[in-house]
């Protein structure tokens, strides 16, 4: 495979890389293994992507770790991912550090096993003052629950007299989401050759520019991300407008 890294243009980063972590279980499949050692192993490419990433000058990066419709597989394997999120949180948080990562999550944290969010909030407080790159976990995450949220949250402003029904905005409504603190991601990268969102931060991804890699998960690696982001730099993000408007603005 060739070498990515220096066909990268520095100055033109996605500053927002979401990515879709698929293929764990059939990577394991194809090995022979239980679907949970994918899970595992899955772990050294999130560590992989991670410090890429940040090495690169990549702002933030979301990773879907857990999907709320996730909770309807069997109960071994929903067990087995939250003990492994517990250990890998715990056992790389002097990694972030020593790499200057802070850590976020957004999805419905407060529904996750009580040792799940405890490493979560503690992981998240250590690493608070870090300021190189954002790394955020989708947990528990839905997007429908995201925007069912944000709206429930408006109209009660609303109801309170707070806030003006005719002044909700895209600006507001957005700052109500999960990663209200975050630009909408540049560019999705979707594992394992599947190629659908599974309910995936639905509001943001109104204009991202999406990249869908045939490699499973655990064998995603650095060179893969800079191959997703050599691509992404090919693209003309156009915004509803004609090419000749990009390259001459009026
Ligand atoms: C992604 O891999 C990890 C999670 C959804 C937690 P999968 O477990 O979905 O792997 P496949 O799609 O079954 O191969
Ligand atoms: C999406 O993957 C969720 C995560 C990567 C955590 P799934 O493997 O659960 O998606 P579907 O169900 O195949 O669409
Ligand atoms: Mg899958």
Redesign the pocket.
């Known amino acids: 495979m060739q070498d990515f890294l220096s066909k990268i243009d520095k100055e033109r980063l996605p500053s927002h890389v979401a990515v879709?972590?698929?293929?764990?279980?059939?990577?394991?499949?194809e090995k022979n293994k239980p679907?949970v050692f994918?899970?595992k192993n899955?772990v050294t490419s999130v560590r992989e992507i991670s410090e890429a990433s940040a090495e690169l000058g990549i702002q933030y990066l979301t990773l879907?770790?857990?999907?709320t419709e996730?909770w309807n597989?069997p109960a071994a394997?929903v067990t087995a991912?939250m003990t492994l999120l517990v250990e890998t949180v715990r056992r790389e948080l002097k990694t972030l550090n020593k790499n200057n990562i802070r850590l976020n999550a957004i999805g419905d944290i407060d529904n996750l096993p009580k040792a799940t969010k405890r490493a979560l909030l503690a992981g998240i407080e250590e690493t608070r003052g870090n300021n190189r790159m954002t790394l955020t976990l989708a947990l528990n995450y839905s997007a429908r629950w995201e925007i069912l949220n944000a709206t429930q949250k408006i109209a009660t402003k609303v109801e309170n007299g707070q806030l003006a029904s005719q002044d909700i905005n895209e600006s507001i409504f957005a700052s109500h989401l999960e990663t209200h603190s975050m630009p909408d991601p540049a560019l999705l990268i979707r594992t394992?050759g599947?190629m659908r969102i599974s309910n995936y931060l639905l509001w943001q991804l109104a204009y991202t520019e999406l990249y869908f890699s045939p490699v499973?998960?655990p064998d995603f690696r650095k060179n893969h991300l800079y191959e997703a982001i050599v691509n992404f730099q090919t693209r003309e993000r156009r915004f509803g407008k004609t090419s000749e408007q990009l390259s001459s603005p009026a």
């Open positions: 879709i972590m698929d293929g764990n279980g059939r990577w394991a499949k679907r994918g899970h899955g879907y770790a857990f999907s996730n597989r394997e991912l394992s599947e499973y998960w």
